[in-house]
């Protein structure tokens, strides 16, 4: 299951800005390249399912719109690679999106996923057993 599909990363940031970063053929670029594209959302939908498969079965009973933009953010990132912008908008939309992960995989953040909804985890007792004393008042007596 992908969280994103090519559309929905030309619809948020443009057709022109995914044919300057996928066209490795054409001097200057004139398509977007399906593989590199497909490659990417690959990777964002593996980042994205190791959060959400700690707290969600995987697949998805359906895709939320907050995953969506989550999996376009971070597949941008991908494809912008070290031309991203130490501090621009493409690396910060890539840390928001991997700090909202990790809120989600904690439980601090719900999906509207459909079906059931997670199960609390539950808070159990520990129950430990010291071992009998080796040395007490009377073993010690005399030293």
């Not at 030309?10 to 022109?16: H, I, P, Q, S, Y």
């Not at 593996?46 to 989550?70: E, F, M, Q, R």
């Not at 999996?71 to 928001?96: N, S, V």
């Not at 904690?106 to 159990?124: F, I, N, T």
Request: charged fraction near 25%; hydrophobic fraction near 40%.
């Amino acid at each position: 299951m992908t969280y994103a599909l090519k559309q929905d990363l030309v619809d948020r940031f443009g057709e022109l800005e995914l044919i300057q970063l996928t066209d490795r053929l054409n001097k200057p670029p004139t398509t977007v390249d399906d593989t590199v594209v497909s490659r990417a959302i690959d990777d964002a939908t593996a980042l994205i399912d190791g959060y959400v498969g700690k707290v969600y079965a995987l697949p998805l009973a359906s895709v939320p719109p907050a995953l969506t933009k989550v999996a376009c953010d971070i597949a941008r990132y991908y494809l912008y690679g070290a031309r991203a912008e130490k501090d621009g908008p493409i690396l910060r939309a890539h840390t928001e999106a991997n700090s909202w992960l990790k809120d989600v995989s904690r439980g601090l953040v719900q999906l509207d996923v459909g079906g059931d909804p997670p199960a609390a985890a539950g808070g159990g007792s520990v129950r430990a057993t010291p071992p009998n004393r080796t040395f007490s008042r009377d073993t010690l007596r005399g030293l």
